[in-house]
T-cell receptor
Framework: EAGVAQSPRYKIIEKRQSVAFWCNPI?????LYWYQQILGQGPKLLIQ????????DSQLPKDRFSAERLKGVDSTLKIQPAKLEDSAVYLC???????????FGPGTRLTVT | DQQVKQNSPSLSVQEGRISILNCDYT??????FLWYKKYPAEGPTFLIS?????DKNEDGRFTVFLNKSAKHLSLHIVPSQPGDSAVYFC?????????FGAGTRLTVKP
């Protein structure tokens, strides 16, 4: 079984630029999550999808962050414009409807200069 | 809101000895608890979990203990091996809502 795929693995941009991350969850997993992990902290949920609908986006800074999961499979997370404090690892995770465990991708390390 | 806390940022143990990682939570409504292990440049991987209706779950060298009255859980690794060196995240969930601690970096010395 293939795991959660994410790309790119690393990205360096200047502040005020835009960036997009891509995630492909484990096949058949209906729930997809995007987390932000700042150095020294645990992952913080940004947005959760159930199929292609948003379940929870209460911690997503909607003035600059957006995410979509149009066909209920792949998802993209966009930041526009980026700020220095957005430097973090962005983790995508997926889970099935029958278990609590979430399976994480390798993450995208974003550096904003 | 730090609903899940791991107060020890790091822990160092000798190979063969027991590693005990601790985690505290504040929300008594959490009904499922998990430990994840993270190597550098990789995403967290699921290690072991426990339902709130249990107080112990064991899987090989890994045992998780839950003390609901104290809102405390711990992960025991025995015997510890150098390959266990990683960052360990405690997580607590209520349905799909999962909250993570800040992690404890475990170093197992040969």
């Amino acid at each position: 079984e293939a795991g959660v795929a994410q790309s790119p693995r690393y990205k360096i941009i200047e502040k005020r630029q835009s960036v997009a991350f891509w995630c492909n969850p484990i096949s058949g997993h209906a729930t997809l999550y995007w987390y932000q992990q700042i150095l020294g902290q645990g992952p913080k949920l940004l947005i959760q999808f159930q199929n292609n609908g948003v379940v929870d986006d209460s911690q997503l800074p909607k003035d600059r962050f957006s995410a979509e999961r149009l066909k209920g499979v792949d998802s993209t997370l966009k930041i526009q414009p980026a700020k220095l404090e957005d430097s973090a690892v962005y983790l995508c995770a997926s889970s099935s409807t029958t278990t609590y465990e979430q399976y994480f991708g390798p993450g995208t390390r974003l550096t904003v200069t | 809101d730090q609903q899940v806390k791991q107060n020890s940022p790091s822990l160092s143990v000798q190979e063969g000895r027991i590693s005990i990682l601790n985690c505290d939570y504040t929300n008594s409504m959490f009904d499922y608890f998990l430990w994840y292990k993270k190597y550098p440049a990789e995403g967290p991987t699921f290690l072991i979990s426990i339902s709130s209706i249990k107080d112990k779950n064991e899987d090989g060298r890994f045992t998780v203990f839950l003390n609901k009255s104290a809102k405390h859980l711990s992960l025991h690794i025995v015997p510890s091996q150098p390959g266990d060196s990683a960052v360990y995240f405690c997580a607590a969930s209520l349905g799909d809502d999962m909250r993570f601690g800040a992690g404890t970096r475990l170093t197992v010395k040969p």
